[in-house]
């Protein structure tokens, strides 16, 4: 369980505080779990803005390139948005091609090592900044009683591009569910490539890799330089539509787009 929190928003500093570290100056704290505050504070900017020769996505290959000082990965939570803080979401995206920063922002948490934390609402794209004091962030959800109404439980009580968030959501979930590679497996990943992050997670001979493109340009990505990921493989099944898609030399990527593939 998750007791308590250090708030050390810069790099390494939830590392600091988790059982075994050899970074605390030899005062272990015991403590199993610690929180991954600093990947909180960089998610909203790193995953709305272009990824070009800095920013965006190069900022979250270099937070993650830092994930070999904690002593136990898997037991660090990683989490958007927090009760205390903007949400992740600043403001409500106005239509589903809107929505690439909250879909790649969740693909992540979800496929990487680590506990993966959602701020209840994010489903509901719930969203604003503390500007107006800690309840705007802390909203009910609209629904749930008797004479409401509006019901954003039910999927008629919300927008078109709420529910493609919570479909979008619901299927990274219940992909998740059970699924060892991700909660156990290694993490590989790569340098960013021209606006496109790649990343693998692997067990025991499977894999999953994960591409994101942080540009609004689509992108011919060349793969011969993720041939050790690849391992010769052909095609991979793509969670997300449920498509087999082939793996020659290039792979396209759509502007924002993401590819979450079996292999």
Same mark, same amino acid.
């Given at each position: 369980? $998750?007791?308590?929190?250090?708030?050390?928003?810069?790099?390494?500093?939830?590392?600091?505080?988790?059982?075994?570290?050899?970074?605390?100056?030899?005062?272990?704290?015991?403590?199993?779990?610690?929180?991954?505050?600093?990947?909180?504070?960089?998610?909203?900017?790193?995953?709305?803005?272009?990824?070009?020769?800095?920013?965006?996505?190069?900022?979250?290959?270099?937070?993650?390139?830092?994930?070999?000082?904690?002593?136990? $990965? %898997?037991?660090?939570?990683?989490?958007?948005?927090?009760?205390?803080?903007?949400?992740?979401?600043?403001?409500?995206?106005?239509?589903?091609?809107?929505? %690439?920063?909250?879909?790649?922002?969740?693909?992540?948490?979800?496929? $990487?090592?680590? *506990?993966?934390?959602?701020? %209840?609402?994010?489903?509901?794209?719930?969203?604003?900044?503390?500007?107006?004091?800690? /309840?705007?962030?802390?909203?009910?959800?609209? /629904?749930?009683?008797?004479?409401?109404?509006?019901?954003?439980?039910?999927?008629?009580?919300?927008?078109?591009?709420?529910?493609?968030?919570?479909?979008?959501?619901?299927?990274?979930?219940?992909?998740?569910?059970?699924?060892? *590679?991700?909660?156990?497996?290694?993490?590989?990943?790569?340098?960013?490539?021209?606006?496109? %992050?790649?990343?693998?997670?692997?067990?025991? /001979?499977?894999?999953?890799? $994960?591409?994101?493109?942080?540009?609004?340009?689509?992108?011919?990505?060349?793969?011969?330089?993720?041939?050790?990921?690849?391992?010769?493989?052909?095609?991979?099944?793509?969670?997300?539509?449920?498509?087999? *898609?082939?793996?020659?030399?290039?792979?396209?990527?759509?502007?924002?787009?993401?590819?979450?593939?079996?292999?």
């Amino acid at each position: 369980n $998750i007791v308590g929190e250090a708030w050390m928003n810069y790099t390494i500093g939830s590392a600091y505080w988790q059982k075994g570290s050899r970074l605390n100056f030899g005062q272990d704290t015991e403590l199993k779990s610690v929180m991954d505050f600093r990947l909180m504070g960089i998610a909203s900017k790193a995953f709305h803005e272009e990824t070009g020769y800095s920013g965006g996505l190069h900022t979250i290959f270099e937070h993650m390139c830092y994930d070999y000082v904690y002593p136990d $990965i %898997y037991n660090v939570l990683r989490f958007l948005e927090n009760h205390d803080t903007d949400r992740f979401l600043p403001s409500m995206p106005e239509s589903v091609d809107d929505l %690439y920063a909250f879909k790649q922002g969740v693909t992540f948490l979800l496929t $990487i090592p680590g *506990i993966p934390q959602l701020y %209840y609402g994010q489903e509901l794209l719930m969203n604003g900044t503390k500007e107006k004091g800690d /309840g705007y962030i802390r909203l009910d959800v609209p /629904g749930g009683w008797p004479g409401d109404k509006v019901n954003q439980f039910e999927a008629s009580g919300r927008s078109e591009v709420q529910n493609d968030a919570w479909n979008f959501l619901r299927t990274l979930l219940k992909w998740r569910k059970g699924n060892d *590679i991700i909660a156990k497996g290694k993490m590989k990943h790569f340098m960013v490539n021209q606006g496109v %992050y790649v990343y693998e997670r692997s067990l025991d /001979g499977r894999s999953v890799l $994960i591409l994101m493109n942080g540009s609004d340009k689509e992108v011919n990505l060349p793969l011969a330089r993720y041939a050790e990921v690849l391992r010769g493989k052909t095609s991979g099944k793509e969670i997300l539509t449920g498509k087999e *898609i082939p793996l020659g030399d290039e792979l396209s990527l759509a502007p924002k787009g993401i590819f979450v593939l079996e292999m």
